[in-house]
């Protein structure tokens, strides 16, 4: 199987835990793309009755050119449930996200969420955080003052740029910096630092965060809960 392939089977399990009258967070990227699918056909097809928010405009086009009712996330109260996409995951559920460049709207949702649930497929889970490089939303205020800061702190900065040579902007018109860790000891202590630094704005250490992840693998998609 494809690794598009192990995405889909994970985000078309999760959609599982979608029913009527619920109301859905929905994630941002490759994976999620699927789930929204999937959600898509169910209120078409099975008149499923949901009400979402959204981390990102890519998806709240997609889901509303299929029907889903989509709502800003302060009109909404704490949501039932919200499906996301990550981008590395360890054994004790910590998380990097940000790789499509949501993670602010993506961290808002979930944390104004009673459960949270990853999809990922099986190249995701990793024993340590940091192979992939840590995002950060940056103010362009000052942008190079504080990548000169995180190079002193021998954090491995560097803007996001596109295939074409152009500055990755947010959905609110950030920059998005990177930080090439190779490995992250101690992914508390580093989200409390990067918390407290002036324009950032967000990082991509998602902590404590979520409940449940669908795994697409080989043998086929695998639940795994997390105990606290
Ligand atoms: O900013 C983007 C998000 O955090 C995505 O959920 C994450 O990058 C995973 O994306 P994908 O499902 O495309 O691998």
Redesign the pocket.
Known sequence: MTQSEL?QTAAIKAADAVHNDMTIGL??????YYLVEELGRRVQEDKLQIDCASTSKRTFEQAQQLGIRMHPLSEMQTLDLTI????EIDAHFQGI???????TY?KIVALNSKHNLWI?DQT?LVSQLGAFPL?LEVNPFGCQQLIDRLTQEGLHPKLRYTQQKKLVKTDMNNYIVDLHLEQIKHPHLLADWLDHQSGIIEH?LFLDLVNEVVVGQASGPKVIAEIR
């Not at 996301?84 to 981008?87: I, R, Y």
């Open positions: 995405k994630g941002t990227g490759s994976t999620v996301d996409g990550a981008d996200k940000g790789g499509g460049a949501a993670l993506e990922v995701k995002p991509g």
